[in-house]
Nanobody, 113 residues
Framework: QVQLVESGGGLVQPGGSLRLSCAASGFTFRIYTMSWYRQAPGKERELVAT???????YYADSVKGRFTISRDNAKKQLYLQMNSLKPEDTAVYYC???????WGQGTQVTVSS
């Protein structure tokens, strides 16, 4: 049974940092491209970052230079280090193994003073 469980969200002030984690189980994590998406209220879900099984990464222009995606294949964990957070980063963040069609339940990130 495939499971993706996000954690690490919360309330942070502008300019602050958060590290999101996604615990994966039920599939061969190391061979799959993994991604973080986010969805803000009233907006469509958007791609934030992708980490391929081969080590290449992709970032949305809006987060480039501020966010870093990484993975630990031994622990079956996906991470998103978010620095210099802005109010417009407020959203529910989801991890996904898109090719498998599975999503986590999401974790709320709120950036506000």
């Amino acid at each position: 049974q495939v499971q993706l469980v996000e954690s690490g969200g919360g309330l942070v002030q502008p300019g602050g940092s958060l590290r999101l984690s996604c615990a994966a189980s039920g599939f061969t994590f190391r061979i799959y491209t993994m991604s973080w998406y986010r969805q803000a209220p009233g907006k469509e879900r958007e791609l934030v970052a992708t980490d391929s099984s081969g080590g290449s990464t992709y970032y949305a222009d809006s987060v480039k230079g501020r966010f870093t995606i990484s993975r630990d294949n031994a622990k079956k964990q996906l991470y998103l280090q978010m620095n210099s957070l802005k109010p417009e980063d407020t959203a529910v963040y989801y991890c996904t193994a898109l090719l498998l069609g599975y999503w986590g339940q999401g974790t709320q990130v709120t950036v506000s003073s």
